[in-house]
Every structure is written in C-alpha cells, then in structure tokens.
C-alpha cells in the first residue's frame, strides 16, 4: 500500500470560516422549509426524501461534475486512509516523500513490496462506480474528477476523457527519468522473478507508480483539465469526500462559487455542508443507482 499523503495546505471547516451543517431547514415532517440545504444525520429524515431533494438539484442538468473520494471506494475494499480505520493511523505520511523515494533504495524495495500486495490489485468497482460511468452514459456530466487512486472509474468503464485522476494511478508505473511507462504487469512480473528495486528497460531509471507523493505538485495537465471541467459545470455532485484536502476541494468549490448547486453524498459530515444545496448521509454503493435511476425517468 502506498497511500497518498495530505496535502501540506490541509485545512479544515475552522479555517474556511464556513459554519457546520446543523440548522434544521426541514422540519421533523420533513417537508423542505429551507431554501437551500436539508439538515441530515439525526434520523428525522428518511434518505428517500433526502435523495429527492438531491434529484431536483440535478434534474435538468446537463454538465454536472462529479468530484470523488476515498469513500467511494470503501465498498470495494479499500479503506479510506483519513476514517477511523484509516492507513495513517499504521503509516506515518511523513514517509511517504518523493525526496526519500528517489535517494533511499531500501524505501523503494519495501514500497514495491506493499504495491504489489496491496489490496488495490484485486479491488473490484461497485455500484457507485457504475453508477457514475452511466450517468456519463446518459449525458449527464461534464465529468469525473477522483482524488482516488485505485483506478476503478476507469475500471467501471468511465472513458479517460471523461476522467481526471487527480493525485494519479497507482495502476500506472513511470521511469522518472526519461517517462518511459512499462505496463504494470511487466514490472510486477519482473518483481515476482527477484527485482526487488527494478529500474526503467530503456534507460536504467528509477520507475515509479504515477501516484503524488508529499512533497510533489499535482500533475499540470490534470490540474487544467479539473479546472476546465468545474469552470464550464452547471452542477456538482460530490461523492465520498469531506472536501477537507486542499487543492483538491477547491475544484467542486468552483462551481458553487458561480451559484451553480451542489449535492454531496457522503457517510457523515464535510467541511463544506453548509454550500450544499443537498446532503445524503449515506453508502454511496447504496445512494448513487437510485440517484441514477430518479435522473433517468425524470
Ligand atoms: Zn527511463
């Protein structure tokens, strides 16, 4: 497992200014009183409701961003590296540096030995994956943007014009030296047959899988393609972030910036609720189909 670090400019709901989520605009009927945002996670609402709240944000829109996190994936067996069971609650993300994956060898041995034993590697997409590739299918988005790593947007058939993946793909492997990019199967073969560090065939480099590391900047070309996306949506739908890593919150941030709404759907609170124009606490292998099927007969 090589996750990838927090961001040196994390910052939280404190630093934003921005108040939680905890007025109530619905009542204990639940009948919308507020005129933007419905208050959740205190069992006065049932998630239905919720849900058609979050359709009518959506329903007549047709470049809607979806912007994804860990949570999404935690139904396919990958645990989300910030929750309670998190990954950096057994590594120290301090390790996790480009400077000490390019200068410590005995780091880089023992990185490819947790990549090619990751839990990545069998990891299926779920529902919610699917869910999101058909809703590029019904035209709904301008598209995805993940901070993920794993892979499974694509694996769910999401087209890579349609995708960015924000902080890379640990699928992918590069030699940092001349960008040669080996097939993943290669290296892992070569790695199963005694390279323990192995280096770049066309230029004796050091390879390494295209995941942002602390201390490295997010690649240019995503960077531009996230902004262009979330500069020209006309909604945004938030999946499985708390929207609390920065720069990436910044990208869905956009679009609510130029009053365009945004739903999140998410297990628990985020540090931007109080922007959303609807919130569902909730799986998102659960929540994103039946958001999916409300979007297609309406
Ligand atoms: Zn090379």
Redesign the pocket.
Known sequence: MEPRPPSREHVGAAATGLPRSTDASVTQEGAPQGPRRLAYGDGRLNTGLVIEQAVQALADRTQILVFTGAGISTESGIPDYRGPQGLWKRFDPGDYTYDRYVNDPAFRIDTWGKRFHSPFLDAEPNDAHRAVARLREMGRLIGVVTQNIDGLHAAAGLGPESLVELHGNARRIQ??????EPPFSDVEDRWESGAVDP???????I?KTRVVYFGEQLPPDATIRAWNMAENADAVLVVGSTLSVYPAAFIPLEVTDRGQPMVIVNRGPTDHDARATALVDGDAGTVLPQLADLLAQG
């Open positions: 030699c940092i030296a001349c960008g040669n280096e770049c065939l066309e230029c004796g480099g390879l």
